[in-house]
């Protein structure tokens, strides 16, 4: 028995809208049988994870700040990703825009002025954008692989941050401890609703998402970014050219990394520390590919995938699910869906060796 | 499958009522979060230990859920938040970097108890923990000037925080009471948890002729290769001797169980209050590993120091001590303060490494 | 000491080298597994786990091998049947790998492990210097420099390395010439995961012997990386793992010597000197473009 693929003539809108669907099914089937061998009543374990989290108001919010870094990435790499540039340093544009966004606070820490946030906000998002230039210059210049070089500049970045806490930045005050001082209110990034601790970085999210879904589905500049990414011959046949799209799409995605970088620290933690994120510049990786580099899909896939850290930590703490097993039941949605992804583009048939062909899914 | 159906149905069953909360009304939620994974083998196994010992010593009056991986910053404070929301009496922070996010739960959350350990900051229901590791540390610079040939001991640490560098200068004080030439070389791993690289770290120290190791970082690999190399080692956070039969002399362990008892206790009569309480050898929140691959004079020797240590007759930080460049610290008989201990940036005389700023 | 040292550089080196000559396989087929570090921490709980279950660390090696490989059969499934997105999938390999090594390795945790023997060759160890660096070593060592032989032979002067370049060249055209290409990917897949495996069973059995969670702490991230800067070149692998290598041990000896620079600053120099490299050889366009497999992450149904 084998199975086969065959290229649909037209991409299925049923399945685009079913292939979730069924992923999520096949997720809560596999999921309840592992809770199950675990000894761990299955439903319970499943609705601790998926619903709980989405019943109390607090947690709503919870979701909103776990989401909005991951959303805020995410749709920056979709665009870079379309255009077939792979910027996969993320996580260091996060983090130096989280650094050039906090000169202000570190080092003018009474300086009180509603000017502070925007300041701190613009160069965010100037320093995400200027460190994945790097990558952008090699790639252009040099014809580096931006892949590599981005993923190097990743830990470069860290151990800046490291370097710069724990010497220059240091809170004297701080018992010599390894984070600066904590923010002056005016450079806090304010919550959204006073129900909750979710701050504007989801707005930012939101608003970005919505934006870059706009100019690829109704600009030429995301018209552009499509057909380079397919083809470049046939972008400089239409008079595009593949060099500045590099810039174009590492700058924009850096600077949408480091805003969400300098949102983090600014709205989640109120001041600078050796780790920023537990990884968000990587996730998003993924999270732009479950959300199928849409925009608008990859609100949907940021929400979900924040929504299985806080479900793994409710289910560690009130059925003592250990949190290898949350991972494994994360790897196992993100196999599903990116599986049942394929139903969108091709049929599937199942050959079963000597007979003829069975269609098993429209 | 049929089992399956069965299992289905009456979990389907339970979760009519959704009170599977309900049973559990009487025991007291005691929760405690982590920064690593239960079984890392160093600082937060010894916490979990102390959470067990916890559990089976009240077995009867409290439950402990637990937190672990989890995340400095953001991730935490929902992960605190998470815990006093369950109905948490009372919640262990178990990291340094969950300071800030357990003193904003603090604040919402005036009727449950929180307990930080290694911070500073503290509230009317926040306290903070700790626990005087450079004693153990005083006691093991004082074996290897004693078991050393060459007067050399090597130094993994991870990185520059106060902590790191009190256990350093302890370690060196400790040594220097025995051997005044003493001389310890510091390598920055850079990391809690690298066995590759601590162990590669440890290689270095060797190949660069120190013949007694000690580590702050939490893995056995140091201790490995101490063991291959054919030389002597001090084991971190826990008994490392399974990974050195012939190789520990001894180990500070964290043993926080005697800790979490005493608090618990406290809370359940109804007499905690909030403490910055910095606990040593004496109340038995660190132990030392027993004394071993060292001769009888030696172990009497360290046996003496740990007892002066718990009597209070001896203070591992007694003046007279030069900084590293040889200007005065401590007057002779002087005894350093607690707070310039916990903000600790320098070097004594004689540690052989320039501190990273 | 200088024999010391190169010796710590050959423990640290080895599973660089071997994870990333089984991906510059993996690569050359064009498939991108950025799975690695998963796959090199399953190898290393398979390895360290049927090691303390048998006590034989030859049979831990053979377990690491067989446990990268099976677990980059998942991989293969989702690219090559399914053609789901490679870069995803991959990191997705890399989550399932982390969360699943810690659940299977929970009660292996704090147990010593059992070290690989070394194999002292005959004859050949007596020679001064070089007999003890490099016929005294371990047979994850010897296995290492044999693949990077034996690779670079396989890739550059067998028929079954032509085809496996030209479908990592243009799929499309070698399945016209009748190649089949799902199989030969699916095998390069598992050659690569059986090499992640192999790395994985040398931390757990030679450069540490114990099991730790997430004790790859980012190797085979690194190894990626290596596969890039080498070009997609064995020799090149092997150099640049030894560079690497060398660069990490070299900043602790920095250290304990006594230099005093900001030990952050050492340890981001392997990093900043990839990049500096990696300039260096793909500013002649001509060469890397040579080597670069076109077809690289790309999705290949075949047409019936």
Redesign the interface.
Known sequence: MRIELEKRARVSTLFSILSPLLALALTLVFG??MF?LLGK????AL?VYFVEPLL?V?SLH?LA??AAPLILIGVGLAVCYRSNNWNIGAEGQFTIGAITGSILPVLYPDWHSPMILPLMLIMGMVGGALYAGIPALLKTRFNTNEILTSLMLVYIAQ?YL?WLV??LWRDPQG????QTK?FQVEAVLPEILSSG?AHWAFVFAIIAAVALWFMMRFMLKGFEVSVLGQSERAGRFAGFSARRMVWFSMLLSGALAGLAGIS?VSG????V??????GYGFTAIIVAFLGRLNPLGIIASGLVLALT??GG??A?????I??KVSRVFQGLLLFFVLSCDTLIHYRIRLIVAGTKPVEVKA | MKK?II??A???A??GGFS??AQAQEKKKV?FIYVG?K???GWT?AHDLGRQELQKALDDKIET???????????A???I???A??GCAMVFTTS??FM?ATVKVAQKFPDVKFEHATG?KSAPNLATYNSRFYEGRYIQGQIAAKMSKKGLA?YIAS????EVVMGINAFELGAKSINPNFKL???????W?????????A??????GVDILTQHTD???PM?VAAERGILAFGQASDMI??GPKTQLTAIVDTWGAYYIKRTKALLDGTWKSEQIWDGLKDGILTMAPYTNMPDDVKAMAEETEAKIKSGELHPFTGPINKQDGTAWLAAGEKAQD?VL????FYVEGV???L?? | ?FE??LL?VIT?STPLVIASLGELVTERAGVLNLGVEGMMIMGAVCAFAAAQLTGSPHLGILAGILGGAIFSLLFGFLTLTLVANQVATGLALTILGLGLS?QIG?AF????GVKLPPIVIPLLSDIPFVGRVLFSQDLTFYLSIALVIGINWFLFRSRTGLKIRAIGDSHASAHALGINVIRTRYLAVMFGGACAGLAGAQ?SLV????W????S?G?GWIALALVVFASWRPWRVLAGGYLFGAV??GQ??A????V?L???LL?ALPYAATIVVLIIISHNRRTTLINTPASLGKPFVPDR
């Open positions: 309840a049988i199950w009543n299955p439903l319970n609705y109390e607090w919870e700040i776990k151990l490291d724990r010497g018992y010599n401890f390894p904590s601790r983090e989640s933690i109120g001041h520390q050796p780790t920023i994120s537990p850290y806080l930590e409710a560690q703490l009130s059925i003592g250990s949190d | 399956l299992a289905l009456a979990s389907a339970l979760l599977t909360g929760c994974s079984t890392d083998g196994q859920p637990f937190l672990e991986n989890v995340p400095e910053g953001p991730d404070e929902r992960a938040e998470r815990m929301r369950s340094f970097g800030d500073f090597g990185f520059p925080i106060p070389k510091v390598v920055w791993a850079n990391t948890f690298d066995p590759g690289k601590e162990a590669d770290a290689k270095a120290l060797i190949d660069q893995t056995t690999a490995q399974a990974a707070g916990l903000g600790m940036n052989d490494d320039k990273p700023q | 000491m010391a040292i710590t640290a810690g929970e945790v704090g147990q010593p931390l450069y540490t012997p114990q730790v969670e997430n004790m702490a190797r990490g041990v602790l000896h250290q304990a010597f006594g005093g900001p030990s952050q340890s």
